[in-house]
């Protein structure tokens, strides 16, 4: 099955359990001439820069995520957990790593053994982001755990479940951003910038992926005076 590189979308009339950005990453391979510039962000290798088009349209995605999430926030904490899901505390940094990238990635396992084919795991492969599990973050743990994942992808490779989450923890991050929330989506701009330049193989779906989050946060949170939506 296609990876869903993030899971955040939700449609106002009919909201799933999940939120989706949906990417076309053909859209990028056309001559591009726009660069996106945030400090000390390296350029997107040659044929993989955005058109200011594509990036408008996530700009507008993206905000109609946030409004749609705010609108139904209180639903969403509503609902039930299942019963497999601990959140962990707000301050259990190792936690909240395992829980959203599953100690599968926590642990750099490569494979998934025959037996865990035969259904989803999600302790091995991670949590998604499910609007009833980031409803019930606080902005103060969505901080906490916005800066784990930048932090573990400081070190290491750009992966789905990474993805998924930064992006649902962008849309959750409630404007004007404090300080040290804007310092740290900088810094994941400029360290989705640096794996961009060395994808090796310039795969056009994590190409898209790196793309869509410094689009984000150079296109959304620096450039629109870091003031609230309208509701």
């Known amino acids: 099955p296609r990876h869903w590189i993030f899971s955040c979308r939700i449609e106002a ?3 799933p359990d999940v939120v989706v950005a949906q990417i076309d990453p053909k859209k990028l391979r056309k001559k591009q001439t726009v660069n996106i510039s945030i400090s000390g962000c390296q350029p997107a290798p040659e044929g993989y820069s955005p058109t200011l088009k594509w990036q408008q349209q996530q700009v507008a995605n993206f905000s109609a ?5 705010n609108k139904h926030r209180n639903h969403w904490r509503s609902q039930h957990l299942d019963s497999n899901v601990t959140m962990p505390k707000s301050e259990d940094e190792e936690g909240w790593k395992k829980f959203c990238l599953g100690e599968r990635v926590y642990s750099e396992i490569d494979a998934l053994s025959d037996n865990e084919n035969l259904g989803i795991d999600y302790i091995k492969v991670g949590f998604p982001p499910l609007l009833s599990i980031v409803s019930r973050m606080n902005q103060a743990t969505v901080t906490s755990v916005l800066e784990y994942l930048i932090s573990w992808f400081g070190e290491k490779k750009f992966t789905p479940e990474l993805g998924r989450w930064l992006y649902a923890l962008l849309a959750c991050l409630e404007k004007p951003l404090l300080p040290e929330a804007h310092s740290l989506i900088r810094q994941l701009a400029r360290r989705c910038s640096e794996v961009r330049v060395l994808e090796e193989n310039k795969n056009e779906e994590q190409i898209s992926a790196l793309n869509l989050i410094i689009c984000l946060v150079s296109r959304y949170f620096d450039q629109r005076d ?3 939506e309208p509701s």
């Open 13 to 15: 009339a009919r909201c």
């Open 226 to 228: 870091l003031a609230d």
């Open 65 to 69: 995520v946030r409004q749609s999430l």
